[in-house]
């Protein structure tokens, strides 16, 4: 299940991809490139998967240090003028030879093997309890990762990254200390939000969208018409009404509601069965791990793929503000399809290895 799933939601997205391309090319452009770069993609990850898979964990813990500064240090170049690519006045991507690569996806790869070797490190597990056993290394990461996340500036990777490192905390742990970390997160997102404009202008176009309807509550409203249009079954695919000129960024942000009007409310649980399904795989991988380090790391994993399903599905649902977080194996881009792959190799390393463990044992 943890490769057929993604597997399957990889050919949803690739078929939604391919039709919104097609509705596109009425207009001018080949309709058949949108769809083959995806494909391409598609076929990029499971490479990196299978590879992941055959390595064990042992190897990227080994590395963990070297591939979370590298992570921090591509992050740190998207901010130079000249390198870092800017769009709609956020530095957050590199161009690099055939497609445009997010920092932030290899970060959300290598946090959760950085993270789970810090926190199963021997000489720190004696800090439990204490305030240093949150401060090294969860508040630290934060930290770190938030400030070069915000000067992007990027706060929905700020919150999966703190997401995140919270989950793997708290398991590792406890709640103590999150739980007062979280009281303080709420308050400094409120703070962000208040201090920068341009946020208090999404924020208050979601909180009511036809106060602005043609100009910052446009794409949240056009999102919910297409899921009304979707109703129970679906209008069919390819006769979807929200294209490019009503719906932006269709194939990534928003990928889920176009699938909600072509396929419906059937074909949007569909997709989020598949996704619970998936979680519930993991989790088991998670349970089945058989040294504290891949649980640790599984759970990470796991989290770094299912938190930004839901921060997705909720900012296009209108149930938090849209922060830009692409749909987990769904959405169009090379950089999220590639390292969700690698996650899911990674898994599948933890998961053969526990089992090959288990054998051995009963032998």
């Not at 391919?18 to 490479?47: C, D, E, H, W």
């Not at 080994?62 to 992570?71: E, V, W």
Request: contains cysteine; hydrophobic residues 50%.
């Amino acid at each position: 299940m943890e490769v057929i799933i993604p597997l399957i939601l990889s050919g949803c997205g690739l078929v939604m991809i391919s039709s919104l391309s097609l509705r596109k090319s009425m207009a001018g452009g080949n309709p058949y490139l949108p769809p083959l770069r995806q494909f391409q993609f598609i076929g990029l990850g499971v490479t990196i998967m299978i590879i992941c898979m055959r390595l064990a964990p042992e190897f990227f813990r080994k590395h963990s240090g070297k591939l979370f500064a590298l992570s921090c240090f591509l992050l740190l170049i998207t901010l130079i003028p000249g390198i870092g690519v800017e769009v709609n006045g956020a530095r957050r991507w590199l161009n690099l030879p055939g497609f445009r690569f997010q920092p932030l996806e290899l970060l959300l790869f290598t946090l959760p093997i950085f993270v789970a070797d810090r926190l199963n490190d021997e000489e720190r597990v004696a800090l439990r309890g204490d305030f240093h056993s949150f401060l090294r290394p969860t508040l630290t990461v934060i930290m770190m990762c938030g400030a070069l996340l915000l000067l992007q500036p990027n706060l929905g990777g700020t919150i999966l990254v703190t997401a995140i490192c919270f989950v793997m905390h708290i398991e590792k742990r406890g709640w103590k200390f999150p739980l007062m970390g979280m009281a303080f997160g709420i308050l400094a997102v409120i703070v962000l939000i208040l201090i920068a404009p341009y946020r208090l202008r999404r924020f208050n176009a979601f909180w009511d969208p036809y106060s602005d309807p043609s100009n910052k509550g446009f794409q949240i409203i056009q999102g919910l018409i297409a899921f009304a249009n979707g109703n129970v079954t679906g209008v069919g695919i390819g006769r979807g009404l929200q294209d490019e000129r009503f719906l932006p960024e269709t194939s990534t942000d928003y990928i889920f509601p176009a699938i909600g009007e072509e396929f419906g409310l059937v074909g949007t649980l569909f997709l989020v069965t598949l996704y619970a399904v998936w979680t519930w795989s993991a989790y088991r991988v998670y349970l089945n791990a058989k040294d504290n380090f891949s649980k640790s790391l599984a759970l990470g994993l796991a989290a770094s793929v299912v938190f930004p399903m839901f921060v997705n599905v909720a900012g296009v649902t209108k149930l938090m503000p849209l922060t830009g977080i692409p749909m987990p194996f769904l959405s169009a881009g090379g950089s999220s399809m590639v390292f969700m792959w690698a996650k899911v190799g990674l898994l599948m390393s933890i998961k053969l290895r526990s089992k090959m463990k288990e054998e051995k044992k009963h032998e």
